[in-house]
């Protein structure tokens, strides 16, 4: 079956670097996306990677090992809005997308 | 567990016509349900929140009576595109939430791709 798993919730501290990271099995590849969430709130897009290899946006980068079937979003210099959850999207061989259940990320002061 | 259907995952129809889109809770009830168009730049714009036994929220800018939600039970909420138009072709996203957990959870499905000719 086709799977996606990150952590369910982490904690971090205001002004701190967090890792959430993001593993698939999925039938074909297409390109990984990463979303926040804020609740209530539709997601905001917030990166695709398709080749391997680090994609730096400001305050967030992300990573993809397609060999590894691996992802990690990067976020830096924490801020209080950081607070979300993070959702890791795969599109499989069809476009289909596989996501994962979210991580919920609460910053503290 | 918490899974989230689509159905079809990919449509081609003619200009005019219309097209269902089925969101399935497979192994959870869901209150709510909320419906996504993603835009070629990856974003996504919700469309509408569906609650089950009463008439959706649509966001502003989206038209009722051309994208009709129907919410008729706690697993299955309908999108139909009605008199479609290219202009409609994208890639249709629906998303639910578990009945009596935190409101914020959602699930989301796999989307469906509507081309329309």
């Known amino acids: 079956g086709q799977n996606i798993d990150q952590p369910t919730e982490m904690t971090a501290t205001e002004g701190a670097i967090v890792q959430i990271n993001c593993t698939y099995q999925?039938?074909?590849?297409?390109?990984l996306f990463w979303y926040q969430q804020h609740a209530g709130e539709a997601p905001t897009f917030l990166s695709y990677?398709?080749l391997d290899g680090l994609e730096e946006k400001g305050r967030f980068s992300s990573f993809l090992s397609r060999s590894k079937g691996y992802s990690y979003l990067l976020l830096k210099e924490l801020q209080m809005k950081d607070s979300a959850s993070y959702l890791c999207a795969v599109s499989d061989s069809n476009y289909q997308l596989i996501w994962g259940a979210g991580t919920k990320l609460i910053i503290k002061p | 567990g918490a899974v989230v259907s689509q159905h079809p995952s990919r449509v081609i129809c003619k200009s005019g016509t219309s097209v269902k889109i089925e969101c399935r809770s497979l192994?959870?009830?869901?209150?709510?349900m909320f419906w996504y168009r993603q835009f070629p730049k990856q974003s996504l714009m919700l469309m509408a929140t569906s609650n089950e036994g009463s008439k959706a929220t649509y966001e502003q800018g989206v038209e009722k009576d051309k994208f009709l939600i129907n919410h008729a039970s706690l697993t299955l909420s309908t999108l139909t595109v009605t008199s479609a138009h290219p202009e409609d072709s994208s890639f249709y996203i629906c998303s639910a939430a578990p009945s009596g957990r935190d409101p914020d959870t959602q699930y989301f499905g796999p989307g469906t791709r509507l081309t329309v000719l």
């Open positions: 990677n398709v």
């Open positions: 192994d959870f009830q869901a209150t709510t």
């Open positions: 999925t039938s074909g590849f297409n390109g």
